[in-house]
Each structure stands twice: as structure tokens, then as C-alpha cells.
């Protein structure tokens, strides 16, 4: 055979071959499929379509702005309720072995490790049923919430502060043997394949330690020669209540995706907090899949840097500034008698005149001529109806309970001449001076002073959630819980003059209030001991009632109208 017609036969298998590689593929439709063991589709992209990188920005802005009250959290008090009820959630632990091994789990759990749970979609339930996750402290159990949403888990909730919360709780542990393993039982949806990929590269190659820090080293590494940009994920009104971090930058967690240029280069450090560190977790997720390279959550939160006794900017040290403003009320106590505000009045002199009383009680009982009606809660709120800080200015209640609380909140924001109507309208009214019937003019508003925004907010937060007995109680009352089973402790902050001359209630504690704040050592050291306050007239110790429950004693109320109410009403008084 010659060379060429070789050549000839090769020539032709080639092109056969390739006639073959470019027929029609053969029908599938022979056989009828499997049908899947639970409802749900699988979507799987074709593989002649290219997929385009996902918007990680819009998509976990998206989810934050979705989630529930609490940034998806939940208390173990409330977990152990459903667990217990008939529509009990899938519960997700995602730590690892050896924890579960050391510290036991809860009840019902199925276990996960962080690494690997977008690698075990099949062991997690439909993607709209209820899933709460867990972890030790709440940092992965919030990452795998974040990620998990962001793949389309609607109902996924993490348990906040992860197994330790749930045992500080006192709640029931598992210990001595391990889960039973995850079964498969879904069939996974994965709508963005490229977004799923993103997702698990980043949770399955986790550090150890999980990107958490301790408050400690957090503050090392801020106080280094080349500190970490820190990133605030709290609330505008979170930070002024409870103060913040010195130099961080506050970036509302619901804006952070939607403010990316406020953060510094993508391989610059980063610390973020939150409150508690749920919020933190999410946001670090993210902030990784936009390609962040390190990015830091501080463990346990603002919470916790407080917990460790780190330095909190951003807030009045309230001790001092009650200790400071009770030592140098002088004799009188910034009190006024009603004759010389009539006085005033009469001669054409008179000052601001405040009525701190609820509009009611006005149209009942009259009120001060020229007086602007503005009650106590709403004070603080309306400084733009009040004139200049050295104005004369005189606040009065019905028996001065409440005056003295708004003359000592508008003192400590630089009023420097307040004075509170002794004894109150009542006392005007038994004077028999003048009284005006009907309600007062509405006052007029004009430019607020400039003051320490953040005392005006602490004296605002505690005027505006004042109860309705505004924490005062009737001598009658005191009696009562004087004779029962565990009474309270009485503070009698006038002075040894006045105790020695009016006499006192047995077992009273005597600290003159000049002194309350200074020598702290006669008050209870258990900040929820039941504490009622005793003076004089009352003025005294609305002021101290104030005071002490400002700086976080819980149950302490004043008596109204003090001693001379008591001895009036001819109850029991020691010599």
C-alpha cells in the first residue's frame, strides 16, 4: 500500500472522529428521576453561564437591615421556653468536639463545627424553619448566623453569650457523651453558587480563636505604636447612655455596608465592638467577604471592656458629681420661702417662674402668677423655654418633692441661680398669697442654653422615666415597712442640730447630706437594699433620693414632707 493512500485513511478517521465530537448528545429522558426526600428544589446554575461576583455590600446590607429586634439574639430564659414548647426550633451547636467533651451542650442539639457547616447544608432543615445556633461565647454562633441569612436561612437566631450565658443561667447541660450525628435531611438550596463558595472559604479557614479578642489585649494593641482603627457598630443614642471606647469611630451597624468609605485601607487593622458581640460577628463576616484582611471583633463587646474595668470615655462620673453638688449645697439648700418670691413678685422683680406640676393639678389647685407650667418629666426637654444660665429662676411642685429634683437637674447643667419654693404651692396657698385660677400662659420657646450634652442626657433619661409617686413615699407608709418582716434601712440626712432638736425615727443611719457621697462607708454596700431617705421638710431628701439612684442604688425613695410631716401626724419619734 502506498504512503498516500495511508495518509488518505488517516485523513478520514480524523474527520470522522470529529463528525462524531459534534453530533446532537442523546436523549436523558429514558428514565424517571428520583424525587427528592423533602420539598425543597435544588438550583443548580447551567454550566455555560458565567457567574458575576456578588454584590457582598448590598446583599449584607440587605440582611442586617432584616433582621429582628435584638440583632437576632435571644436569651437562654427565653430558648429553654421554646425548646420546651411543641414547635421547638433546630438547635445548631458549632463548636468543636473537644468543647462539647469539656463542657457539656444542650439538650437536642446537632453538632456542627464552624468550619464545616456549609459543607453539611443537607444535616440543616429548610431554609424558612427556625434555627438557633451556639457556640461558647456567641462569636461563631453570630458569624454562622450571618451566614447562613446571607444564603437565604430566614429564621436563623443566635443565642446570645453561646453556652456560657445558658449556664451562668443555670440552665440544664448535657455532660458525659456527645450528640448523636447529624443526619442529612434536606436537600440544600444554593441560589448564588459563587456567594456559597465565598461564604464557606471564609468560615472553613477560621484561625483558631475565631477573630475574637479579649478586652485586654484589645486595649494593649490600642495603646501600641501603631493602633487599629476602631470601629463602634452601637447606636448613636448606646454610646452617649453608656459612653465608648476612646478614638473610636462610631459606624451604626445598620450603616456599616452602606459606609465603606469611612474605613481605612482593606489591609489596615481593624477592631470592631458592639454591645454585647453578636453584632460585631456579623459585621466581621462580612467585612471579610468584601476582602478586609484583618478585621477583629472585640470579644464579649462594650459589655465586656467594662466588665474588665478598662477606661469608658463619654460619660459623667456621676458619684463624683453628686458628691461634689450635695457638699456645697449651702445653709437653705437652694430653697426659697414663698413670701419673698411674692416679694419679688409684688415689686415687679420677680424671677422665672417655673410650675413643674402636671397640667391637672393646675387646673384643680391655680398657680403662681407669671408662672410657665413645663411638668418635671418634660423639663429638660425644654430648655429652649427657659432664659439664660444665670437668670433667676424658681421652681416649684406641690410640696416641693419635685422642685427639688428639677432645681438640682437644672443646677448640675450650669443654672447657677435656681432656687425650689419651699414647701411648695401648698405652702404659697396656706400663706394665703395670691392665686391665679385657670392654666398658666404656654411659654415661649427661644434659643437653649449650651450645656454638657452628656449630663443633660443622664439627667433627662432619669427626670423622663420618673414613676408616678416620682420615688417618694408617705410617712404613713414608712411606718408600715418599718414594722415588717424586713424593713428598710433609714438615711436621715439632716444635721445633728436638727436631730438633736426635731429627735429621729428609731434605727435611723444619720449621714447630714453634705456628707452622703463623701464618706460612702454608712451606706449599704448592696446597691438593691430598700433605702428610704429622711429629712426635714422633704427637699433634702428628694435631692438625695435622686442622687444615690443615679449612681445605681436601685430601691430608695424619699419621705414627703420629711419630719415635720411625721411629727405632725404625732408618729412615733426618739429622742
Known amino acids: 500500500m502506498s504512503k498516500k493512500l495511508n495518509l488518505s ?3 478520514l478517521v480524523v474527520f470522522s472522529m470529529l463528525l462524531g465530537a459534534c453530533a446532537p448528545a442523546a436523549s436523558v ?61 433546630f438547635l445548631l451547636d458549632v463548636r468543636e468536639a473537644a468543647e462539647l467533651q469539656a463542657d457539656g451542650f444542650i439538650k437536642g442539639a446537632v453538632n456542627i463545627p464552624v468550619r464545616t457547616v456549609l459543607k453539611n447544608l443537607d444535616k440543616l432543615p429548610a431554609l424558612d424553619a427556625n434555627i438557633v445556633v451556639y457556640c461558647g461565647s456567641g462569636q461563631r454562633g453570630g458569624m454562622v448566623l450571618g451566614a447562613l441569612r446571607l444564603l437565604g436561612y430566614k429564621n436563623v437566631i443566635n443565642l446570645g453569650g453561646g453556652l456560657a450565658a445558658w449556664k451562668a443561667t443555670k440552665l440544664p447541660v448535657e455532660t458525659g457523651s456527645m450528640p448523636a450525628d447529624a443526619k442529612s435531611i434536606s436537600t440544600p438550596i444554593i441560589a448564588d453558587k459563587a456567594l456559597f463558595t465565598m461564604v464557606d472559604s471564609f468560615l472553613s479557614t477560621l484561625p483558631d480563636g475565631f477573630l475574637a479578642l479579649k478586652a485586654d489585649k484589645v486595649a494593649a494593641q490600642i495603646a501600641s505604636v501603631t493602633p487599629p482603627t476602631l470601629i463602634d ?28 468609605d469611612k474605613l481605612p485601607a482593606k489591609d489596615a487593622p481593624i477592631i470592631v465592638y458592639c454591645g454585647s458581640g453578636q453584632r460585631g460577628s456579623i459585621a466581621l463576616t462580612g467585612l471579610y467577604l468584601l476582602g478586609y484582611k484583618n478585621v477583629i471583633n472585640l470579644g464579649g463587646g462594650f459589655g465586656a471592656w467594662k466588665t474588665a474595668k478598662l477606661p469608658v470615655d463619654g460619660v459623667v462620673d456621676w458619684t463624683g458629681t453628686w458628691a ?20 419679688q413678685i409684688q415689686a415687679g422683680n420677680a424671677p422665672f417662674i417655673i410650675d413643674v406640676r402636671e397640667l391637672a393639678e393646675i387646673e384643680k389647685s391655680g398657680y403662681i402668677k407669671g408662672a410657665v407650667n413645663i411638668p418635671l418629666r418634660d423639663l ?42 419651699g414647701g411648695g404651692f401648698n405652702a404659697w396657698a396656706n400663706a394665703k398669697l395670691p392665686v391665679e385660677t385657670g392654666t398658666p400662659v404656654a411659654p415661649v420657646a427661644g434659643t437653649a442654653a449650651n450645656v454638657d450634652p452628656l449630663r443633660l442626657n443622664g439627667l433627662n433619661n432619669y427626670l423622663t ?8 413615699i408617705a410617712d404613713t407608709d414608712v411606718l408600715k415597712v418599718l414594722g415588717s418582716a424586713t424593713p428598710p434601712v433609714v438615711i436621715d440626712v439632716r444635721t445633728a442640730d436638727e436631730v438633736k432638736a426635731n429627735g429621729f425615727i428609731k434605727g435611723s443611719v444619720f449621714i447630714p447630706v453634705n456628707d452622703l457621697l463623701t464618706d460612702m462607708t454608712k451606706l449599704p454596700a448592696d446597691k438593691t437594699t430598700p433605702i428610704i431617705v429622711v429629712c426635714q421638710s422633704g427637699h433634702r431628701g428628694a435631692v438625695a433620693t435622686m442622687a444615690l439612684r443615679m449612681i445605681g442604688y436601685t430601691n430608695v425613695n424619699s419621705m414627703f414632707s420629711g419630719l415635720n410631716k411625721w411629727t405632725a401626724d404625732k408618729l412615733p419619734l426618739e429622742k
Open 465 to 472: 422615666a420618673l414613676p408616678d409617686n416620682f420615688y417618694g
Open 380 to 421: 429638660l426637654k425644654n430648655l429652649d423655654k427657659l432664659p439664660g444660665l444665670d437668670k433667676p429662676i424658681v421652681v416649684y411642685c406641690a410640696i416641693g418633692h419635685r422642685g427639688a429634683m428639677a432645681m438640682a437637674s437644672l443646677r448640675l447643667l450650669g443654672y447657677t441661680n435656681v432656687l425650689s419654693l
Open 29 to 89: 429522558d429514558q428514565a424517571r428521576p428520583v424525587e427528592a426526600p423533602v420539598t425543597q428544589v435544588v438550583q443548580v446554575p447551567a454550566t455555560d453561564v458565567v457567574q458575576t461576583q456578588p454584590d457582598v455590600a448590598a446583599l449584607y446590607a440587605a440582611m442586617v437591615k432584616s433582621l429582628p429586634t435584638g440583632y437576632a439574639s435571644i436569651k437562654p430564659v427565653d430558648l429553654n421556653t421554646q425548646l420546651a414548647s411543641a414547635t421547638a426550633p
Open 233 to 260: 457598630l452601637r447606636t448613636a443614642d448606646e454610646r452617649l447612655n453608656n459612653g465608648y471606647i476612646k478614638g473610636s469611630i462610631n459606624i451604626p451597624f445598620g450603616d456599616l455596608f452602606t459606609s465603606l
Open 9 to 11: 485513511i488517516v485523513l
Open 324 to 343: 461634689d453638688f450635695l457638699k456645697n449645697m449651702p445653709a437653705g439648700y437652694y430653697t426659697v420661702k414663698s413670701d419673698v418670691v411674692n416679694g
